[in-house]
C-alpha cells in the first residue's frame, strides 16, 4: 500500500506496509511509479511507515512467481525495473529518507531517487545472494554508478549488512541526519524550474558533447525566464553603491 500526500512543495509518498516491514508488491511499484510521474511538486520523497525503510520486494509475490515459471520470472524483473526508470527518469527531483532496514528491492528502490538520505538507524544489504538471488529491478547497474565497482561487487557479493556512517562513505547516501525530511524541504525551498532542469540534467545519458549541449540549452532557457528579476536586483545593487 501507498499513502500520497501533497505537503506544500513536497510530495510525501509513505510505503504504507509496517506489517511487512513495507515489501513491495507489483500494485505498490506502479504506485510508486504513477505518483511520482503526476506529482504537482517540483519534489517528491519517499520514505517507510513504522521501523522499516523497505524490506524489498514481496516474498509472497516473489514465490509465486518462482512457481510460475521462467516467463513469469522475467516480466516480474522487468515490471519492477519500469518503475524504478519511471522515478529515476521523472522530472521530480525524489528524495528517499531511508529510516531503519533497506534491504534488496528497497536499495534498488533508493538507488533510482535522485537524493538519498539516511538516519542513524538506517541498514542496507543485499542479501539475495545468501538466497540464490539477486536483485533484479536494475539494481546491478545503478549500485556500481552510485559506489563504485568494488563496494557494490562487496555488498552483492556478501549480502552484509551495513550501518548508515558506511553507507555515507561508501556513497550510497549523501547525508546522515535526523530527520530526512528536512533534505526534501531544503530542496523544495529552491526555485521549481531550476530544480526540473537540474534533475533532467543529472540523468542526461548522452556523451560529453550532448550532456554539455543539453546543459547550455537548460541555461538559456532559466537565464530568458529570470531576466527581468536579475535586471532588478542589478538595479538594486547599483543604487546601493551610490
Known amino acids: 500500500m501507498l499513502r500520497v500526500e501533497d505537503d506544500g512543495d513536497v510530495r510525501v509518498m509513505t510505503l504504507d506496509r509496517p506489517a511487512a516491514r513495507n515489501a513491495l508488491t507489483p500494485a505498490?511499484?506502479?504506485?510508486?511509479?504513477?505518483?511520482?510521474t503526476d506529482a504537482p511538486t517540483p519534489v517528491a520523497y519517499v520514505r517507510g511507515a513504522g521501523d522499516a525503510f523497505c524490506a524489498g520486494a514481496d516474498?509472497?509475490?516473489v514465490a509465486e512467481t518462482a512457481a510460475a515459471g521462467a516467463a513469469a520470472a522475467e516480466a516480474f524483473a522487468e515490471r519492477g525495473?519500469?518503475?524504478?526508470?519511471?522515478?529515476?527518469?521523472?522530472?521530480?527531483?525524489?528524495?528517499?529518507?531511508?529510516?531503519?532496514?533497506?534491504r534488496g528491492g528497497g536499495v534498488e528502490l533508493a538507488l533510482a531517487c535522485d537524493v538519498r538520505v539516511a538516519t542513524p538507524d538506517a541498514t542496507f544489504a543485499e542479501p539475495g545472494v545468501t538466497f540464490g538471488l539477486f536483485g533484479a529491478w536494475g539494481g546491478t547497474v545503478r549500485l556500481p554508478e552510485a559506489v563504485g565497482a568494488s563496494h557494490a561487487a562487496d555488498l552483492s557479493l556478501s549480502g552484509r549488512?551495513?550501518?548508515a556512517e558506511t553507507a555515507r562513505e561508501m556513497g550510497l547516501v549523501s547525508r546522515v541526519v535526523a530527520e530526512p525530511r528536512t533534505v526534501a524541504d531544503e530542496l523544495a525551498a529552491n526555485d521549481s524550474g531550476a530544480?526540473?532542469?537540474?534533475t533532467r540534467?543529472?540523468?542526461?545519458?548522452?556523451?560529453?558533447?550532448?550532456?554539455?549541449?543539453?546543459e547550455a540549452s537548460a541555461f538559456a532557457s532559466l537565464l530568458a525566464g529570470q531576466a527581468e528579476a536579475l535586471s532588478r536586483h542589478r538595479n538594486d545593487e547599483d543604487g546601493a553603491e551610490e
Open 28 to 36: 505498490t511499484l506502479d504506485a510508486l511509479a504513477d505518483a511520482v
Open 59 to 61: 516474498l509472497g509475490t
Open 81 to 102: 525495473q519500469r518503475a524504478m526508470r519511471t522515478i529515476e527518469d521523472s522530472d521530480v527531483a525524489v528524495v528517499a529518507g531511508v529510516d531503519g532496514a533497506a
Open 161 to 163: 549488512v551495513v550501518d
Open 195 to 198: 530544480l526540473r532542469a537540474l
Open 201 to 214: 540534467l543529472g540523468r542526461h545519458r548522452g556523451s560529453r558533447t550532448e550532456r554539455e549541449a543539453a
